[in-house]
């Protein structure tokens, strides 16, 4: 029990200081004594107290702002994958046709031609790119059957027609630099995952066309290395293809890289479905039962190349078949990810484009 017949000292703090050094709160505390009775000691202590008061007035609000800040939600995006640089020739010489001149397509143009596949399907808001699948139906399965990679890729157009996916939408560079089209391509690309697939959907069509195109791409992830399939969604049909879309696609499906930098509906989505597309793992071309892989000679050894796209690398080897991509990929400065290709590489890969097998 405290005894209350005895002066004590009301500083808090051991040293007798207050923190800080505080002149105001000293002069209070020095004359709050029972000994201290004198007026000029009282105007002291009024004084004093005022200050006092002040100063920790001034400091609680500070604290106060200090901690509302904290704890004020961020109106900036936190931060996410690089933006995907903009599409720009670095005259190789690769192409074999100059780059196409999109000046006269207009933003406004990209978005109405965009909306034409259903305002409520596109724009949407995400937090996560990749839209989540309900867990496989059959436990520890090793190798999904075709009816149920089927069944994936009419579910990803199914999420898709019914506003429930996330999709980016550009015009793509590869599908519209130098092809026989020669016209902005137009894309909506979606992707969903669980456990056991990867899947990717593309809508597409041209700036002419008058209907959209649907079109898949199914990771088995349950096989070793995992197989992708690819197919084109008619209605209700699924149709596997395979050796028209090996040209561009020799491991998995491809980042996105907008034609123009003002036609990509949403950059940062853009950027983060490249990410997860750059993540997927080394996966096997599976060609449907019906064709038969042409025989596509050597593959591309050259050094800088072949140190990623290579049998043991982490993408699958390039042959001839690919030389659209290539073109367009090195010459507008995507590939290699981390340089450029010296002239003399530049030489030496378009002498292995341009050789007649």
Not at 50 to 60: N, T
Not at 147 to 170: C, H, N, T, W
Not at 206 to 235: C, H, M, R
């Amino acid at each position: 029990m405290l005894d209350d017949t005895k002066p004590r000292s009301v500083r808090p703090w051991p040293d007798g200081d207050s923190p800080a050094g505080c002149p105001y709160l000293d002069s209070l505390l020095a004359c709050h004594h029972p000994d201290q009775t004198s007026s000029s000691c009282r105007t002291k202590r009024v004084g004093a107290a005022l200050s006092a008061w002040l100063v920790i007035v001034g400091l609680v609000s500070f604290e106060w702002l200090n901690l509302c800040a904290a704890e004020a939600p961020s109106t900036t995006r936190a931060v996410g994958p690089s933006l995907i640089k903009p599409a720009a020739s670095t005259d190789t010489g690769l192409l074999l046709q100059p780059p196409l001149d999109l000046s006269r397509f207009t933003t406004a143009e990209f978005m109405a031609l965009s909306s034409t596949v259903g305002k409520d399907r596109i724009h949407k808001k995400w937090t996560n790119p990749v839209v989540a699948l309900p867990p496989h139906d059959r436990e520890g399965v090793r190798g999904l059957t075709e009816s149920e990679i089927k069944r994936y890729m009419m579910q990803a157009r199914q999420l898709f027609d019914s506003g429930s996916a996330v999709p980016i939408s550009d015009v793509g560079l590869i599908s519209t630099q130098e092809d026989v089209i020669r016209r902005p391509m137009l894309n909506h690309i979606a992707a969903f995952s669980n456990s056991v697939v990867r899947v990717y959907l593309l809508v597409q069509k041209t700036s002419t066309d008058s209907g959209w195109g649907y079109y898949s791409i199914v990771q088995d992830l349950t096989t070793s290395p995992p197989n992708d399939y690819f197919a084109e969604l008619k209605k209700e049909d699924v149709k596997f293809e395979g050796i028209s879309c090996y040209k561009c696609h020799s491991s998995g499906p491809l980042a996105i890289h907008p034609a123009r930098e003002d036609l990509v509906s949403d950059p940062l989505l853009a950027a983060a479905l490249s990410k997860h597309i750059a993540e997927q793992p080394l996966s096997r071309f599976q060609f449907p039962k019906h064709e038969t892989p042409p025989p596509y000679g050597k593959p591309l050894a050259l050094r800088f190349c072949s140190k990623c796209h290579d049998a043991d690398g982490d993408r699958l080897p390039l042959f001839r078949t690919h030389s659209h991509p290539i073109r367009i990929l090195v010459d507008f400065g995507y590939m290699p990810p981390n340089r450029r290709l010296t002239p003399s590489e530049v030489t030496e890969l378009k002498a292995w484009l341009d050789e007649k097998p």
